[in-house]
């Protein structure tokens, strides 16, 4: 059996070991890496057995901590997936104990503002409640926006070096921000095949049937091109692995425990892909935003930092 059946049929426990001895071939040493996306190498931070909170505190001590990203009065989108009106244990959304804390250490390193939204598909007000992350992010400080209104919240721009997406309109929080932290859910998508850091752009987005209509791998790559994260966090705590991107049943969910960290976009789509089991060809818009100068796909040019929660 191979291991995207494996995963898709077996127990939690033994897909995160499968996950493991994927990721344990790549390079461990975190001080070969570079983390500039460009000629270089990039790093990835792999955590694993802890809860979203505790993964996510020991992955970004290793990147240097918060401070490292928001420095005092600077202004944070932090933009999860809460695409859907679905329960945290549905594993269609981005874990709320994650998005909180993320939202708090922004706050603890001096951030004068942190903001939080998604375009959902779903209606908006009842995916906002039901994902947890609404309640989650206020207790938190932070903010929760609104991103329905097209002539309230979105702003025209373009982007010569795009394929597809030559021109979009753009959530003004995304262009406001000093700081975006992009924060996916890990999951099955049955366009995409994939969601993780760079197809979580979309809810940046207005128009997302225009993408889904038009080569959809081609703008997702160019999507990263009209603003580039300070920082990606992938939940894989939770995660849907069939019927995506909501899952159908409770077979479709797998609980796996782990999390990835990076500044590198394309990187950490890569280091996805080993996650939830499939073929770096299986998700043809990785390649096509390494091309584009978006990041590292080669696994041979990415570190991985493996810690334990």
Same mark, same amino acid.
């Given at each position: 059996m191979d291991r995207r059946n494996f995963l898709k049929s077996g127990v939690a426990t033994a897909a995160a070991t499968a996950v493991l001895a994927d990721l344990s071939t790549m390079p461990a040493r975190a001080d070969e890496a570079k983390?500039?996306?460009?000629?270089?190498?990039?790093?990835?931070v792999a955590v694993r057995n802890g809860s979203a909170v505790a993964m996510f505190r020991k992955g970004i001590e290793a990147?240097?901590?918060?401070?490292? $990203?928001?420095?005092?009065? &600077?202004k944070v989108v932090v933009k999860p997936n809460i695409g859907w009106d679905r329960t945290p244990e549905q594993a269609a959304n981005t874990n709320p104990e994650l998005v909180a804390e993320i939202v708090r250490q922004a706050i603890a390193a001096g951030a004068a503002q942190v903001q939080v939204f998604d375009h959902?598909?779903?209606?908006?007000?009842?995916?906002?409640?039901?994902?947890?992350?609404?309640?989650a992010v206020? =207790? =938190?400080?932070?903010?929760?926006?609104?991103?329905?209104?097209?002539?309230?919240h979105y702003v025209e721009k373009s982007c010569p070096q795009a394929v597809s997406l030559k021109t979009a309109k753009i959530h003004q929080a995304i262009i406001d921000a000093d700081v975006f932290i992009n924060v996916p859910v890990l999951k099955h998508h049955g366009g995409a095949k994939m969601t993780a850091a760079?197809?979580? $752009?979309?809810?940046? $987005?207005?128009? /997302?049937? $225009?993408?889904?209509?038009?080569?959809?791998? &081609?703008?997702?790559?160019?999507?990263?091109?009209? /603003? /580039?994260?300070?920082?990606?966090?992938?939940?894989?705590?939770r995660i849907v692995v069939a019927n995506g991107p909501r899952g159908k049943v409770a077979e479709d969910i797998r609980e796996l425990r782990y999390q990835l960290l990076s500044r590198d976009i394309v990187a950490i789509d890569a280091m996805a892909t080993k996650v939830i089991g499939y073929e770096l060809a299986d998700v043809p818009y990785i390649a096509?935003? =390494?091309? =584009?100068?978006l990041g590292v796909a080669d696994f041979s040019r990415i570190t991985v930092k493996r810690l334990e929660a």
């Open positions: 983390t500039d996306g460009g000629n270089g190498g990039s790093e990835v990147l240097g901590g918060m401070t490292a $990203f928001v420095k005092p009065g &600077q959902t598909c779903n209606e908006w007000k009842s995916c906002y409640r039901n994902s947890g992350i609404e309640a206020v =207790a =938190a400080g932070g903010k929760m926006l609104s991103a329905h209104d097209e002539k309230l760079m197809k979580n $752009f979309l809810g940046i $987005f207005w128009d /997302r049937s $225009f993408m889904h209509k038009n080569n959809l791998p &081609q703008c997702i790559a160019d999507c990263a091109l009209y /603003r /580039r994260p300070d920082l990606n966090v992938v939940d894989a705590y096509l935003a =390494a091309t =584009a100068g």
